[in-house]
């Protein structure tokens, strides 16, 4: 198969997993809008956003702490949604990782090209602030699917968070257990922001990270998705742990507790989740070769001492937010699904055709040794935990949709999620069953069987109000003895 033929199928292949179609056309213009609703000239949105957290930003002027923020509790949010003790810093870092395989420029006559492979993570932390420091921020995102899709352009655009840029790190209860986070296939750091900053106001390290060549703004090649994702991840844990050190003088010092490590992945991150934690790939998909060409993918199949050198002790546990790959391929099967002993969570939107429910089913059912969680979603699809559609995606139904769920409030759902995630990590993290494992142990799973309009009854959902536990389906399933 000629290097050209590669490629064209891979884009065949990728289009037809993450691709949306044509829909309404795009028409670019020099403003981008975003929650503060005041239009704002893309030329300035590479400007460095690590501003001292004391001033307001540039960006936003009018964003107040009074203001919605994607995260923010809705009347009817659960009780372990609303946000904890701490208040909750920001910084974005540049990490760099050498002499990695560069599998876009593999060929026959170079088949071990390598380049420094650069990551940019955005870290929230627990904080303190100083006299007239706000919790207000912007994060910076890109509509479009990487370059090159002229009815989907690269277009820069700001949104406000719930945090303090550059805020003191609050060393007052650490070190802090750190959550890794992994977006989609495209995606970013930020895209599932109403999550990372609620977890870090309830004393977690949250470290995420932009996948290089599959964000919205450089998306490339499949094939560096399905080889860096498990790569990236355990790069990024290294890096966090020596960051912490007591020795390094970053913001880090003495802050992360990264023995205590989960990772959080949504779709092509789920994938590499599982990955990062110990199910490793099997034979068959590592040897298909218009995927990841000259077995590159070896180092990650189950069983290869380069993998089993690869697997990290730190990690405990991994929550995964419609994870790719149950089915396509067989990327895994049920013997290499043993393989994942750590804690798990799976959530899914039943309706999910992007990573098929099917495929979410068969790898929640066959990581038997496992104790896991399984959360679904009646009538939701793929787009379970991102943030809300920001207001300039309305332009262009594609762009729309990548956020959008057709069935659901997505603030509703961050509501949720912030809930179950938050009752899973406290359970496995921070070791509090007792405060915890109520929320989950559920004696009626499913939720519309539950008596919704008495919130006191030993049945409904704990932790949810009045008529707030509707559609959905939650079951524990232990590891196997």
Not at 60 to 67: F, S
Request: charged share 20%; glycine share 8%; proline share 8%.
């Amino acid at each position: 198969m000629t290097r050209r033929v590669t490629v064209l199928l891979l884009s065949a292949i990728a289009l037809i997993l993450f691709g949306q179609g044509a829909g309404t056309p795009f028409i670019a213009t020099a403003q981008a809008l975003h929650n503060c609703g005041e239009p704002h000239d893309a030329r300035h949105d590479d400007d460095d956003d690590d501003d001292e957290g004391g001033r307001r930003d540039r960006h936003c002027p009018n964003l107040d702490e009074d203001d919605f923020f994607y995260g923010d509790p809705r009347p009817d949010a659960p009780e372990l949604a609303y946000r904890g003790a701490f208040k909750v810093g920001v910084r974005t870092i540049e990490v760099v990782n050498p002499n990695q395989i560069d599998i876009l420029n593999f060929t026959p006559e170079n088949p071990n090209p390598r380049y420094d492979r650069p990551l940019t993570l955005e870290v929230w932390y627990p904080a303190v602030l100083r006299k007239r420091e706000r919790e207000v921020t912007t994060y910076q995102d890109n509509l479009g699917t990487g370059p090159g899709r002229p009815d989907r352009p690269v277009t820069p655009f700001r949104f406000g968070g719930r945090a303090a840029r550059g805020a003191q790190p609050d060393h007052s209860d650490g070190p802090y257990p750190l959550l890794i986070v992994s977006h989609g296939y495209p995606g970013s750091r930020v895209l599932l922001s109403n999550l990372s900053e609620n977890l870090a106001s309830k004393g977690y390290v949250v470290a995420a990270i932009d996948h290089t060549e599959s964000t919205h703004a450089d998306k490339v090649g499949f094939g560096s998705t399905l080889l860096n994702r498990a790569l990236d991840i355990h790069f990024v844990l290294n890096q966090v742990a020596d960051m912490s050190n007591f020795g390094s003088r970053g913001f880090l010092a003495g802050m992360v507790d990264d023995e205590n490590t989960a990772i959080i992945g949504y779709s092509m991150g789920g994938y590499g989740a599982l990955i990062a934690a110990g199910a490793g790939l099997t034979e068959f998909f590592v040897n298909l070769p218009f995927l990841v060409p000259g077995r590159h993918l070896a180092r990650l199949q189950s069983g290869n001492p380069d993998y089993l050198d690869l697997l990290d002790e730190r990690i405990k546990a991994v929550v995964l937010f419609a994870p790719f790959g149950g089915t396509f391929l067989n990327t895994w099967d049920q013997e290499t699904l043993k393989d994942l002993t750590v804690p798990s969570f799976f959530i899914v939107g039943e309706q999910d055709r992007t990573a098929p429910f099917a495929g979410v089913e068969f790898l929640s059912e066959n990581t038997v040794n496992s104790d896991r969680y399984v959360l679904k979603y009646q009538g939701a699809i793929h787009e379970v935990p991102v943030n809300p559609a920001p207001p300039i995606s309305e332009s262009n139904y594609d762009e729309w949709l990548h956020y959008q769920e057709p069935a659901w409030d997505n603030r509703k759902l961050n509501n949720i999620n912030q809930h179950f995630v938050t009752a899973f990590l406290g359970l496995h993290l921070q070791g509090r069953p007792d405060i915890y494992g109520p929320f989950l142990d559920l004696l009626e799973p499913i939720s519309n069987n539950s008596p919704r309009a008495d919130p006191d009854d030993p049945l409904y959902w704990k932790g949810f109000t009045e008529y707030g536990a509707i559609g959905m389906e939650l079951r524990h399933l232990p590891a196997a003895p």
